[in-house]
């Protein structure tokens, strides 16, 4: 069955850059846009950005040149850096199926990980 | 950005009832629009794309309405299991924007 779980480091620095790690199975990479999601005390639940089948990505201009989204096909996972963090980036993030070759809507979701950004 | 607005955020009923929560959008969406649902502990759940189409293994009590700017989930005879946090989300355009969420609790 489809499965998403996120996995990244839980605490990190202000200023500092912010990587996760989405790990999938159930399908393949290279059949479905895999998508980023964050939900934050501040601003709620965030689209960030994806990465298409074809490896093309996008990104929600609110993260402006922070964000960069990248994958690797052969071990089923997807990856989300940003940098500058600050404070507000504190939140849960998610890696989430898009529904149908770029439906737009997110028909599986990881758990999330926690990421509080702190001194 | 569109906005996406649920003007209730804490809702609650009784197993047995019927609840209806709204999702409104600050322009036309025309029906680009998915409900999630969220519990405790658990994956966000898609429940309904394209305004009104349940997704696969969402119970029939569920049902999506609206098109344009304004967008009804209803639950028919609410289930214990029903309970939860209730998110709305557009797809009409870029950014994809989300409601703040509906909390359904157990009165």
């Known amino acids: 069955q489809v499965q998403l779980k996120e996995t990244g480091p839980g605490l990190v620095q202000p200023t500092q850059t912010l990587s996760i790690t989405c790990t999938v199975s159930g399908f393949s990479l290279t059949s479905y846009y895999m998508q980023w999601v964050r939900q934050t005390p501040g601003k709620g639940l965030e689209w960030m950005g994806f990465?298409?089948?074809?490896?093309?990505?996008e990104y929600n201009s609110e993260f402006k040149s922070r964000l960069s989204i990248s994958r690797d096909t052969s071990k089923n996972q997807v990856f989300l850096k940003m940098n500058s963090l600050k404070t507000e980036d504190t939140g849960v993030y998610y890696c989430?199926?898009?529904?149908?070759?770029?439906?737009?809507?997110?028909?599986?979701w990881g758990q999330g990980v926690m990421v509080t950004v702190s001194s | 950005d569109v906005q996406m607005t649920q003007s209730l955020s804490y809702l609650a009923a009784s197993p047995g009832e019927s609840v209806s929560i709204s999702c409104k959008a600050s322009?036309?969406?025309?029906?680009?629009l998915a409900w999630y649902q969220q519990k405790p502990g658990e994956a966000y759940k898609l429940l309904i794309y394209s305004g009104s189409t349940l997704q696969s293994g969402t119970p029939s009590r569920f049902s999506g309405s609206g098109s344009g700017t304004d967008f009804t989930l209803t639950i028919r005879s609410l289930e214990p299991e029903d309970f939860g946090l209730y998110y709305c989300?557009?797809?009409?355009?870029?950014?994809?924007?989300f409601g703040s969420g509906t909390k359904l609790e157990i009165k």
């Open positions: 989300q557009q797809y009409y355009e870029k950014p994809l924007t």
């Open positions: 989430a199926r898009d529904g149908l070759g770029g439906a737009y809507y997110f028909d599986y």
């Open positions: 322009k036309s969406i025309s029906n680009y």
């Open positions: 990465i298409r089948s074809g490896g093309s990505t």
